[in-house]
């Protein structure tokens, strides 16, 4: 590590207490990276290509970092920021490096911070803060590092110690890249997750199109009911044979239904035929997570559940610049009255792993710790998102342990778009878990030997375990 | 102690704030305990038989224990818990608690790992941390404790220091084993409370047969609204003649209503007709808190308000295994509005004492402190079932008493079955009310002489006021 | 500073993080205060008159104080609190300051016993912990201070230090006070803010014969939408002429609207012809935000929204006593939906600064500061009303920063009726941020020179730079 991240990093100050942190961060820290839940490119594995120029790889797809900048007035266009209709936007990587570089100030006390300073000092070597009059330092030697083959995605993946990522992909996507991977000799493990979203949510763009796409695909016929469940059931097969252990679901709310086949059906059929009844289609994504949650019973794909983002809320943003422009926030979720349906159905299967997450941390001990300290087939998801941070996980475990303990909760997600940012983030859960376990220790809730087999387990067994891997 | 309880439980590493904290513990460590809410039963200080076997005592009933072991696929039958339609379970208390010491493991962080290790080191002598491998051994030690003379109830009440302790009764209960304990000659004091829900719930397991026994017992006549209210008289008033100093409601929610004479007299009858109309029987609740607080401004009983909890979430669970089986899961409460129609008949009562728990901690800081720090006859019951724990009590206090003070709150209720765990329960919340007064007087928003007057009080004289004993 | 405060009051006990928060604190403590958004009264500074007794300062005015002690059962007529049919009330302030300070045990743990602390130690230059036995000693030396010069409005002004304090003021008010001060020649800075509750909300008393008194005042026809909206645009800007920056809404939730100019009008006029329709008189709330917003955008003001209080919960305190007498409770309020159709309008300028305040922590981490996170339009009020004390105030921190940074918040608002605890409201929250600075350095989340250009801005700059000051 250089200067830029202290070894002491995240560790309370308390001088007893960080030395027990350290001595558990000491167990974990050179573990490999199980990365159950992300988002990043297969193709990125399959080609192995160069990565582009530093602004192209940190900032211009990084949602955390342009969302900030933007709240305090700077133009994404500014920024690279592709606009939907083809207006020009800056394309110069050292000048939208040098943006950010200015306002890097901005991002104090954020887990942004800390993933980037970590990216830049434990990657590229930098050991000077960034600052706007080092910017043009800074980017050149990342650029000079980009160009190397130990900077190429197979090299970093290794680097990284990477025991498995899993990507997550469309219920239509035919894998190719996962395929090419495969085929390609190389050992990395990267794996898929069945992301269905576009085939069961009847507001997807393009959902009866996709639909019909993916009868073709599977040859299945998806205007029946039970034809569209078995198409279901076979991309499910696909999605395993390319490595899948999961599904994956991002619905607005947590609600769930289990209706008699004969009321799915017809309901079904009203979807089929476009209905445009707010509730039916509200009761079709409900009942189709009830659904998935029985073939996992059969084919032992974890379940994960990622409700309370409403999307897209600006629509002008939407319409200039598309999703996943940071304009998804988060809303009060209910847990306790939505997931019964599906609980009643298979919440005590023993076989069954659902895991739930939330954006609206007033569930965590009301709700999601209650819930998966009872339900076998329930765990929970870790700090997600917006808490995906210091202060996130940290409230995380304070408020799920004491219910739920911690081997009803499955370790960490990185769940990023940002590749060069894994190690980081993994690093931050890892030092929050510890300092958590060391504060315990400290009063004597908690014996050290038990902290040193926790610290482990959270940071490694437990995900792999829950995920099945 | 012995080494299973450190000391220094829960206190906060940094010497000088553990300094102040063990100093006041001291102060209030050997202090009598005040059990003023409270689920153990009369018939064992009245019967005072053993104790049956450590799985029988400490295990099989404690339902913080076994859905904890279940969520990890614990069979429940494996745990000797009982199945109402009398299928074969464990009935090998060594084997139950084998079970449980394999499984032990899984409550790090929790509160009850604090309770049992306090219960296995404090009442039964063991040293050793509970393992599989020493599971036999442990099972020995306590069953040979079981045995003797001194681990009978009343020894163990005097043991434990208990001042008085309050059970909960239902208001049918004829409290024969209250009577008889009074009889008995037995020093120790015993005393019920009145707990009305199976004649005010019309959602009630037999509403209808419960109001026609209350109506043989007192002799009024409960088809009529003014008889209905007599018998409540009548009712309350025995049982103080028992002790009983408060009544207490585990209502779904909050609500409460303040119609008039006639309306009140109107929705009775379509009660007592057996109205199926969901709104009436909510506003039935929700009318009877209000009256049980105008009988408690005549008799003196404090009310207590526990709303928040949907009961029975997983009806095989409760089919199977029937109530208090862990699927008890909390929900969002509203306080503001649901308590308004309450609050604007009696709030500003100063004889009155109504105290209001709360499953949802959200609410704490935005409602029931500043609902508590105004109204002169609301005070806040401390943290309560889930919340009963190291983090949530500190999250009550932190979020609480900036706006509440201390002494609108009524010390700690240990709520609790589990006899044993008792002194336990008392214990952890005097260390983390000691924790939290050490903060203050090491950041000096505190004195050190005021918090050494606050800490027996919250320990003990704020439970012996608020609760009339 | 005396006794009464130590030097190291509210600063983490671990002497490392301890010497970086006194580093900190000594960098802001004599910073000038900012006052953006108060309720002093300007008539104070106009007149530069004594202030009364001891009482009348510091207790009968503050709802903070009294509602306290009511809720210990306390009688508001023996606090002087006036009655509202002119009903005898003690009158004796020396009487008062007797039962206050018989009762100041209870605000052990609240910040108005920092606050009060400071007041006593720090102005009136007491050095006693005040108690029954020296309450008339106290009295009279505070007595004795406000007689002399130095501790009238404006010499206490200029000894607090004081930049520029800004007043609510109604939209009907003429501000003579305001000019007078102007006229006076005096520098101290007083501007005023524009509150137009009584002409924006239809439940506001006497709400026609205000919007007819607004048509006089301003000349144009109040009785049509284009005129009401210009005589808005007229007030603002006389507003402006007395120094006013900002507008101020006192809401009783966050919603808005975004009508067609037709809809509005429609609107205006049911209301304007009395509708009693309460979703007609919501929606006029939500759409006079909007409007609201957008003569921002053209005038400057900046426009804050404090929503979710319950005002008044209590009829018959409202009734007796009138309002602000401590009955206002807060409630769970959303945002994400409810300032939709505004962000909608007007949340991407860059040029516009709408402040939001809350009382339901819960939206804190999950809704605010998302938005503020994202929309150049938004920035978060400090920590607001029961939230305005050390624990709150961390709460904020630690539940905003990490996803809106710092430069999306705006500084500290006193937001007080009680002038003498100006400066005593600024350092307590001066302390806690310098407090959690700390701790970010401590645990290497922050260098310790960014720190130090942070606590100046939290404490100053952004105040200033947000309110346009």
Chains 1, 2, 3 share one sequence.
């Not at 590092?145 to 900077?151: D, G, I, K």
Request: negative net charge; proline residues 6%.
């Amino acid at each position: 590590m250089s200067s830029l991240v202290d070894p002491d990093l995240l560790f309370p100050a308390e001088p007893s207490v960080r030395r027990i942190a350290r001595e558990l961060y000491g167990l974990v820290k050179s573990l490999p990276i199980v990365s159950p839940h992300g988002h990043t490119e297969p193709r990125w594995y399959a080609l192995n290509e160069p990565f582009p120029d530093p602004a192209q790889l940190l900032i211009v797809p990084d949602h955390y970092v342009f969302r900030m900048l933007f709240s305090q007035g700077v133009r994404l266009e500014d920024l690279g920021v592709p606009v939907l209709d083809g207006a020009p936007v800056e394309t110069d990587g050292r000048k939208i490096w040098r943006l950010f570089a200015e306002n890097y100030f901005l991002f104090r006390g954020t887990p942004t911070r800390l993933w980037f300073d970590y990216v830049l000092s434990d990657l590229f070597g930098v050991t000077e803060p960034l600052t706007a009059a080092n910017a043009d330092r800074h980017y050149d030697a990342i650029a000079e590092c980009l160009q190397r083959e130990e900077f190429r995605p197979r090299a970093l993946f290794e680097r990284f110690n990477i025991e498995v990522i899993a990507t997550t992909d469309g219920a239509l996507d035919d894998l190719a890249w996962h395929r090419q991977i495969r085929e390609s000799g190389w050992q990395g493990r990267v794996i898929t997750a069945y992301r269905p979203d576009a085939v069961v949510d009847p507001d997807f763009d393009g959902f009866a199109g996709n639909l019909d796409r993916l009868g073709e695909i599977t040859g299945c016929d998806t205007g029946s009911w039970a034809g569209y469940l078995d198409a279901h059931r076979q991309r499910r097969a696909y999605f395993k044979s390319c490595g899948a252990t999961s599904t994956d679901h991002g619905h607005a709310t947590a609600e769930t239904a289990n209706l008699s086949r004969a009321a799915a059906q017809e309901l079904f059929n009203r979807i089929r035929a476009g209905s445009t009844d707010e509730r039916e289609r509200r009761l079709f994504r409900a009942q189709m997570l009830t659904e998935m949650a029985k073939m996992s019973l059969d084919d032992g794909l974890v379940l994960q559940v990622h409700p309370g983002s409403w999307r897209n809320h600006s629509p002008s943003m939407l319409k200039r610049f598309g999703r996943d422009k940071g304009f998804d926030i988060p809303t009060s979720t209910d847990y306790v009255a939505a997931l019964k349906p599906l609980l009643d159905a298979v919440g005590l299967e023993r076989d069954l792993t659902v895991i739930v997450f939330t954006l609206d941390e007033s569930s965590y001990a009301r709700e999601l710790a209650p819930l998966a300290g009872v339900y076998p087939a329930l765990k929970l998801g870790p700090a997600w998102w917006f808490h995906d941070s210091p202060e996130g996980m940290r409230r995380f475990r304070e408020m799920t342990t004491e219910t739920a303990g911690f081997y009803n909760t499955v370790g960490f997600n990185d769940d990023t778009r940002a590749f060069p940012s894994i190690p980081a983030r993994h690093d931050v859960a890892r030092r929050v878990d510890c300092a958590f376990l060391a504060r315990l220790v400290s009063e004597h809730r908690l014996r050290e030997d038990e902290a040193c087999e926790l610290a482990p387990e959270l940071a490694y067994t437990l995900a792999k375990k829950a995920y099945r891997l």
